[in-house]
């Protein structure tokens, strides 16, 4: 498999070879980093044997960091990525052979994401590692979110839709954390670049799925103005009904006012960063109406 999980066509080593290698993968002497390069060599070029040899159980290092990883890669690539993460985050700083094989799967993706923008598989995987608690110690690991919340934010052609609120904040770690590492200016440049190019992709994403939603706020809020707007109108309404409504609304209102900040900086468009105040203005404005009425 590739770093993708996909099969790759490659020669297989000689039997002879594979064998000694699981024999000697339950040698106790054996270190635990090169019972996981060995492993790792195993899963990959001959993972049914493994499977069904006892090298992994009788293997001291059956039940550490790598063993557990070894047997992830053994059941799926998706349950290896799935762990990869939290296994490095709690013993990457003794077992620093997991943390490479952590990094070489962030390159893979900030590789494949750079030439590929529209690849869902990386930008799969990514979204996996990230979820998992990736942090943004490196420029890889920066650029890795930058490209993934990009390619997520092209998917997303549904007004009615939008991202969930993690991917702003991870966006904002990211440029929080991104002038803190050490990088040559053509890397910082490139960075800030990507970090950029995701922030107003989110942000209009986000101003979309507002706007659609704004459509149906504009109306409640002329239908509740109309129908408080005279003496004689607000004796007839059912203010318990409307309180309601113009609950739902401030709070609609105070979503926007508090995330549309939050997104104001992180795009550099000038178009969008209007946009978005207006967006953002105009909220306000409702709310402080609303704020009349509501519960």
């Known amino acids: 498999e590739d770093a993708f999980g996909d099969e790759v066509d490659h020669e297989r ?60 890669k053994l059941e799926d690539f998706g349950r290896f990525v799935e762990n990869l993460v939290p296994l490095s985050n709690r013993y990457g700083a003794s077992h620093p052979w997991i943390t490479d094989e952590l990094d070489a799967l962030v390159r893979a993706c900030v590789g494949m994401l750079v030439r590929e923008p529209d690849s869902a598989g990386a930008a799969g995987i990514a979204l996996n590692l990230v ?24 998917t997303f052609d549904d007004p009615e839709s939008r991202p969930t609120e993690d991917s702003i ?18 890397q910082r440049e490139f960075a ?7 922030g107003t992709l989110l ?10 939603e704004g459509e149906q706020v504009e109306m409640m809020v002329h239908q509740i103005n109309a129908r408080m707007s005279t003496f004689v109108n607000r004796l007839g309404a059912n203010r318990e009904a409307i309180g309601g409504v113009a609950s ?9 006012d508090r995330l549309f900040a939050r997104l104001v900086i992180l795009t550099d468009d000038a ?10 203005n105009r909220a306000r404005e409702i709310q402080i109406q609303m704020n009349r009425y509501a519960r």
């Open 192 to 198: 800030q670049m990507i970090l950029e190019s995701a």
């Open 131 to 154: 979820s998992k608690g990736l942090d943004c110690a490196n420029l890889d690991r920066v650029l890795l979110r930058g490209l993934m919340l990009r390619t997520i934010a092209m």
């Open 248 to 256: 739902v609304i401030t709070k609609w209102c105070g979503d926007v």
């Open 13 to 72: 080593p000689p039997h002879e070879i594979l064998h000694a290698s699981r024999l000697l993968l339950a040698d106790p002497t054996l270190s635990e980093e090169d019972f996981y390069d060995l492993g790792s060599f195993l899963a990959r070029a001959d993972s049914e044997a493994l499977k069904h040899s006892r090298s992994l159980d009788v293997s001291p290092h059956r039940k550490s960091p790598s063993g557990q990883l070894i047997a992830h």
């Open 203 to 212: 942000s209009i994403v986000y101003l979309q799925s507002y706007l659609h």
């Open 271 to 280: 178009d969008v960063k209007a946009d978005l105040i207006k967006t953002r």
């Open 169 to 186: 904040r991870w966006l904002e770690e990211a440029r929080r954390l991104m002038p803190q590492l050490d990088l040559v200016d053509e």
